[in-house]
């Protein structure tokens, strides 16, 4: 079996749900382009959080000042030394990415695009609900400046007051993501 018809296998078993080893059931966002709320993250925008979270299969500290990382930034249950397979990362990837459809249908007011939503889909993966609910990108958003709202995504390039390239590059790719028609 190759990489790739394994992937495949994979991506199709996660269709609906699947029970992770720690019993903990959890649901793949769903792959459309309808838009509206619970409108589901598309292969455009996973690719887009695969390419900047860069698959590792070994733990790693991103930068000094981070936690232990492995797969495609998954940092829940990752300890120093940890080692997985692609296909674990898989499994963490949609484990991880569970959560952000709710967040964008619990606090985006206004319709999305396709590329809008997966350009925030990335965004609040990488920040978190806290980062994004209090954010000024959210608030000019629901006021309906999408224009601003994209001008406000360079900002979050940082850590711990740090301008960070990779964090550049990434937001400058959300940017035009959201941006493109």
Not at 9 to 15: C, D, P, R, V, W
Not at 25 to 32: E, F, I
Not at 58 to 80: E, M
Request: charged content about 25%.
């Amino acid at each position: 079996m190759t990489l790739a018809s394994l992937l495949q296998k994979l991506i199709k078993a996660f269709t609906t749900s699947v029970v992770l080893p720690t019993s903990k059931k959890v649901t793949k966002p769903k792959a459309t382009n309808v838009s509206g709320p619970s409108m589901g993250l598309s292969r455009n925008g996973i690719d887009m959080i695969k390419d900047s979270e860069q698959l590792r299969l070994n733990a790693y500290l991103p930068t000094p000042n981070d936690v232990w990382t492995i797969g495609w930034g998954h940092t829940k249950s990752t300890k120093r030394g940890m080692v997985i397979t692609e296909e674990r990362a898989e499994v963490l990837l949609w484990s991880d990415l569970s959560w952000v459809g709710r967040v964008i249908d619990k606090h985006v007011k206004v319709p999305l695009t396709q590329n809008q939503y997966d350009a925030l889909y990335s965004f609040i993966f990488n920040l978190g609900e806290t980062n994004f609910s209090t954010s000024t990108l959210l608030r000019l958003l629901n006021k309906g400046d999408y224009q601003g709202a994209a001008d406000q995504l360079p900002r979050w390039n940082k850590q711990k007051g740090n301008v960070l390239r990779g964090l550049t590059k990434r937001r400058a790719e959300e940017r035009k993501l959201f941006l493109t028609k």
